[in-house]
């Protein structure tokens, strides 16, 4: 079945603890795509990757870091969480004609 | 840059009557339109999309909608509203070129009453 998975689905941590929150896809796409979404502000993206070892920020970058070292999977990283990402983030793979699939979410709260 | 706007935060409809939920786009190139619908604690899924072929896209569950140049709109209708169809909806744009530079109105909430 065609689909991209994220773990931990849920995860409750403390300001300044490294996390990483994983996603992986089985469609064979290029290109993947990290969002976070807020209320009343919908889903905004965080870091997008073309291809292995190519990535590039999104709109709200900031404290965020990811990596493309193989094709299906392009982890999360948050170095030093703060209560301000608590949020619900998807990841997402895509076909070149921009069809995003998206993973179930991941809904990350930073005490 | 590219941007969505999304009229109406929460849209509300009896069973049965026609869902009109409106989108904006600003694009500098001849833009990807799309529209996913999103069910309580799930993910999000793709309803329709434009890709500069027809102008009238039909999706899933009955679901279209009309790309309108002259008016820079992709607006989501179903003639017929059903109690399943109550969900949060999103206009997202891409401007073809690269493809996961995508961006996403702020959503609109689709209730439908008895």
């Known amino acids: 079945e065609a689909q991209v998975t994220q773990n931990p689905r849920y995860l409750i941590t403390v300001t300044g603890k490294k996390l990483t929150v994983t996603c992986s896809q089985n469609m064979n796409h290029e290109y993947m795509s990290w969002y976070r979404q807020d209320p009343g502000l919908g889903l905004r993206q965080i870091y997008y990757s073309m291809n292995v070892e190519v990535t590039d920020k999104g709109d709200v970058p900031e404290g965020y870091k990811v990596s493309r070292k193989e094709k299906r999977n392009f982890p999360l990283i948050l170095e030093s969480p703060s209560p301000n990402q608590t949020s619900l983030y998807f990841c997402?793979?895509?076909?070149?004609?921009?069809?995003?699939?998206f993973g179930p979410g991941t809904r990350l709260t930073v005490l | 840059a590219q941007s969505v706007t999304q009229l109406g935060s929460h849209v509300s409809v009896s069973e049965g009557a026609l869902v009109l939920l409106r989108c904006n786009y600003s694009?500098?190139?001849?833009?990807?339109l799309f529209w996913y619908v999103q069910y309580p604690n799930q993910g999000l899924q793709l309803l329709l999309k434009?890709?500069?072929?027809?102008?009238l896209v039909k999706g899933i569950n009955g679901f279209e909608a009309e790309f309108k140049k002259s008016e820079t709109s992709f607006h989501l209708t179903k003639p017929s509203a059903h109690m399943s169809d109550a969900a949060e909806y999103f206009c997202a744009v891409s401007d073809g070129g690269t493809a996961s530079k995508l961006t996403f109105g702020t959503g609109t909430r689709l209730q439908v009453t008895l």
């Open positions: 434009y890709t500069s072929a027809a102008t």
């Open positions: 997402a793979s895509s076909t070149r004609a921009g069809e995003q699939f």
């Open positions: 694009s500098s190139v001849p833009p990807y």
